[in-house]
C-alpha cells in the first residue's frame, strides 16, 4: 500500500525584488525550473535550524 501523497497548500508573502531575482537565478542554476519549488526545498530542509 502506497503512503498516502500529503496535499499541498497555497501559502502566499511578498518578497523584495532583489530576493525574488536571486531566488529566480539560483533555481534556474540548479535546474529546480521554478522558484517556488526551489523554495520549498530550502525550507523543508532548514526550517528545523530556527
Known amino acids: 500500500m502506497k ?3 500529503e496535499r499541498k497548500q497555497s501559502f502566499s508573502f511578498t518578497l523584495t525584488p532583489s530576493l525574488k531575482a536571486r531566488l ?27
Open 3 to 5: 503512503p498516502k501523497k
Open 24 to 50: 529566480d537565478d539560483k533555481s534556474e542554476e540548479t535546474g529546480f525550473g521554478s522558484s517556488s519549488r526551489l523554495l520549498e526545498k530550502i525550507l523543508s530542509e532548514h526550517i528545523d535550524e530556527y
